[in-house]
């Protein structure tokens, strides 16, 4: 991927990253078996521009959270925020301040490439030239310019996250929210795009939230590391990571990484039940 | 003479008596015989349910099963079924296409298909017809033949007039809707269903003023060349049905019910039908003979060339064979 | 170039096959015509006109009576599968009429509308109707549940979800009603013409069955019936290759 620059896909006066606000959020869901709550009491400040991972056991409402800050969902109670007082609004899906990433890529098997990464603006009504163009720069800056018109059938696993990315990227949002995106990926491949990732972040600030499952990775790519609670969850502890950036892909032999990443699986053993996890130390 | 010379003789006598006598058809067995009706079980075919019923198919030494197909002519042409009734009009037809079929005896003496409208309203001359609407099933069947042979003696072309098809035999609704104004129907059926619904109607019938030969048997001319005998007796019995519900149609609509117990949801209608049918055939039982007249189908025979339906190459002798006036 | 030749060949083995029959069994030709027969038959009637006087009008009813059949099915397929209230609702009466028969309904929708052109459109439009309205309410519903959240996170309203997600997935599937469709297009053209109608293949069938004793000109019409049924599909079959995404 190349550093992002300050091109014409940038929105000319709008600030590059916006800070999000999540204050007492509680989700609920309706099931067969009864109100499901998945989220209670959640607290979480993340600072505009900041590379924020979330991480915790299974089922703890990761990804529920970040439907809840892209707008997909709306919290039964609580507030959600995007940006800073008195301009902070509650989310709302497609108005273009989140860019969303899921595990899968989930492009559109009919369109080219070009067009999947066009879907963003092509559904704001923007027209079809000056949508194409950015999109084509979107590919650029992920890498997969040669790939432009090919249909996602005939990407590999890596090269179609890839696309989603640019997707997510192509609008040029103020915060990036990343549901797990390269866990579907093998390990190597996983590691080159954590570093492209942290590359791209670092050319242009955008607020980044990403939810993982690997602690590695979490220490590998974060500015704070918010551990979440079994369900219903919320925020057990939050753990900055000092480590200075860019960070080496190799960070097996650091003392601070390592001991960051020790807080890290202390407090992963705290939230998750006893009764789960009996090999788990206490 | 003694008594006692008398013996002899008398004891020949008593051995050879039964075997001069005629064998009752008890003993012999019954010749199988299938004959093939059009459309639906119908009233009309009383004659033959009669004949099974009160014995003339089997005195006649015949064991008849009766079929329903709407491919008469070519079945029986084929020799998958002996006899079967048709349209004179579609013999002279298959005939000329070279399909070796024959009309063997008229059961229709006055042609059955008449130009049907509302009392008051349809024409008695035939060169009136132009401009009207006329309903008929199709472009097939002696319906379509009468029509074209009527417009043809009021100097008129199927061009002069609006025909409508109802290929679901249905143009008596056409009539009741007022979507058209004359239909084509059976003397015996359509009249009888449209005074049920209230319409008083007139008929134009062609036999003055369009002869065609009517409905008859037919039998496949590899039956009649090998076994014209069994084509005799089959006809005398029919006849002979006919002429006894000529006389007391009762018996017929006994019978026809009998065999067919559909029919007696309607008892009254039914009867009314067999009574027009029985004028059809000839009305008395003396005019009922199944004489296939020169008179009519020579004239017929000349209207279907003209009109274009035959090309005249086989002869109307190749397509008739008047079974009850062989020599015996 | 190899597809061509499979299937000449068979048409070939198809020919001999039919004319062995005639042959062996020695049926006469006014009741199963040999394959010659037919065809000189067939020369002669295209000769005269009277093959596409026939034909033409046919193919006119199946054309429109798709168009009114297709279009119509894929907008009630298109409500029934978005919404469970509407498909509750509305399918017991599509069943309903779906089971009985067309060619008892025939007769009445052909004095209720006329007996002119527009009956018999509206007729095969029906027996056109359930297959591909299905085929679409199935299709609606097959589109991807993941894509579904993708669209919604990029804030498409429900009707672009409808035009740019559920209708371009559901094409595989809604092709595979339209090829059933066309098909019974032409069934339903001629059960139109049985209905009421004075010329189209269906009727010169009746002539020439009922009223010349013809059975070589009924093949003739029978075997065009089939070569337009064959071509409609293969024009869905090649639209969907264009159309439709193959992954």
């Known amino acids: 991927m190349t550093t992002d620059t300050a091109t014409e896909t940038e929105r000319v006066g709008a600030p590059a990253a916006l800070a999000v606000r999540l204050e007492r959020v509680a989700m609920s869901f309706a099931s067969a078996a009864g109100p499901h709550t998945a989220l209670e009491g959640l607290d979480l400040d993340v600072p505009a521009g900041s590379l924020t991972v979330v991480i915790g056991p299974n089922g703890c409402g990761k990804s529920t959270l970040l439907r809840v800050i892209a707008g997909l969902l709306i919290p039964t109670s609580g507030e959600v925020a995007l940006g800073e007082a008195p301009d902070a609004r509650a989310p709302r899906a497609g108005d273009g301040r989140v860019g969303l990433a899921f595990q899968q890529p989930r492009l559109v098997p009919w369109l080219s490439t070009l067009d999947n990464v066009a879907l963003p603006m092509s559904l704001a009504g923007a027209p079809l030239p000056e949508r194409r163009e950015r999109a084509r720069v979107a590919l650029e800056r992920v890498g997969l310019a040669e790939a432009a018109s090919s249909r996602p059938a005939h990407l590999s696993g890596g090269m179609a996250q890839r696309a989603a990315l640019a997707r997510a990227l192509a609008g040029d949002p103020p915060i990036l929210l990343l549901d797990e995106p390269f866990s579907a990926l093998d390990a190597l491949t996983r590691e080159g795009f954590d570093a492209e990732l942290e590359a791209l972040w670092m050319s242009r600030r955008r607020t980044v939230v990403m939810v993982t499952h690997s602690v590695g990775e979490a220490v590998r790519m974060a500015d704070r590391i918010a551990v979440m609670t079994t369900r219903p969850g919320s925020v057990a502890r939050v753990i900055p990571v000092d480590l200075p950036r860019p960070r080496p892909t190799a960070l097996a032999g650091d003392p601070a990484a390592a001991a960051i990443d020790a807080e890290v699986r202390a407090a992963l053993a705290e939230v998750q039940t006893p009764e789960l996890t009996p090999w788990l130390d206490r | 003479m003694s008594p006692r010379r008398l013996l002899l003789p008398l004891i020949a006598l008593v051995l050879v008596l039964p075997g001069c006598l005629p064998s009752s058809s008890v003993s012999e067995p019954l010749r199988a015989v299938k004959l093939l009706l059009g459309f639906r079980p119908d009233v009309q075919f009383a004659p033959f349910y009669l004949a099974q019923e009160a014995g003339y198919f089997a005195e006649a030494g015949l064991e008849v099963t009766i079929e329903h197909s709407a491919d008469v002519l070519v079945l029986v042409a084929d020799g998958r079924a002996d006899f079967g009734v048709a349209d004179a009009t579609d013999v002279m037809i298959a005939r000329t296409s070279g399909i070796p079929v024959k009309y063997i005896s008229t059961l229709y003496d006055r042609f059955p298909v008449a130009l049907i409208g509302p009392a008051g309203t349809v024409p008695s001359d035939p060169a009136e017809l132009a401009g009207l609407r006329i309903g008929t099933p199709g472009e097939f069947g002696s319906s379509w033949h009468a029509l074209l042979a009527l417009l043809e003696a009021g100097g008129l072309t199927r061009d002069d007039v609006t025909i409508r098809a109802y290929p679901q035999f249905n143009q008596v609704e056409g009539l009741l809707n007022g979507d058209v104004d004359l239909i084509t129907g059976f003397r015996s059926n359509e009249p009888l269903r449209l005074e049920a619904q209230g319409m008083s109607v007139d008929l134009l019938t062609i036999d003055e003023v369009a002869p065609l030969p009517g409905p008859g048997l037919i039998a496949g001319d590899e039956l009649l060349s090998s076994d014209p005998a069994l084509a005799t007796a089959f006809a005398a019995a029919t006849l002979r049905a006919q002429q006894t519900i000529a006389a007391d149609p009762q018996v017929g609509l006994d019978a026809a019910v009998a065999a067919v117990p559909a029919i007696a949801e309607d008892r009254e209608t039914a009867l009314a039908v067999l009574e027009a049918t029985i004028e059809l055939w000839g009305g008395e039982p003396g005019a009922i003979s199944g004489f296939i007249d020169p008179a009519v189908w020579g004239p017929g025979y000349g209207a279907l060339e003209r009109l274009g339906f035959i090309d005249g190459s086989v002869p109307p002798g190749d397509m008739v064979l008047d079974v009850l006036a062989l020599p015996d | ?247």
């Not at chain 3, 978005?82 to 067309?102: F, G, M």
């Not at chain 3, 991807?144 to 672009?160: I, N, V, W």
């Not at chain 3, 059933?180 to 010329?199: D, K, R, Y």
């Open chain 3, 1 to 247: 170039m190899r597809r061509l030749a499979t299937t000449l060949l068979s048409l070939a083995a198809f020919l001999v096959a039919w004319k062995l029959l005639t042959v062996v069994t020695g049926t006469p030709d006014y009741i199963l015509p040999a394959p010659e027969v037919v065809a000189e038959r067939a020369l002669r009637a295209i000769g005269s006109g009277l093959l596409w006087e026939h034909t033409a009008v046919t193919i006119s009813e199946i054309l429109l009576g798709l168009a009114v059949g297709a279009t119509s099915a894929v907008a009630v397929g298109t409500a029934l599968g978005k919404s469970v209230v509407i498909e509750r609702v509305l399918s017991p009466y599509i069943v309903a009429a779906q089971s009985v028969p067309i060619l008892a309904l025939a007769p009445l929708l052909d004095i209720w509308f006329g007996g002119g052109l527009l009956a018999r459109v509206l007729i095969c439009a029906l027996i056109v109707f359930f297959p591909i309205a299905i085929a679409t309410m199935v299709g609606i519903r097959a589109a991807d549940p993941l894509l579904r959240e993708m669209f919604r996170s990029l804030g498409a309203t429900p009707g672009q979800i409808t035009a740019r997600l559920e209708i371009p997935s559901a094409l595989p599937v809604l092709f595979g009603g339209l090829r059933v469709g066309v098909t019974l297009a032409v069934i339903g053209a001629v059960v139109a013409e049985w209905a009421g109608a004075s010329s189209g293949l269906g009727v010169l069938i009746n002539i020439a069955d009922q009223g010349l004793f013809d059975t070589p000109l009924m093949f003739v019409a029978l075997a065009t019936l089939a070569v337009i049924g064959i071509g409609l599909h293969g024009l869905v079959v090649s639209i969907e290759r264009r159309v439709v995404a193959t992954s």
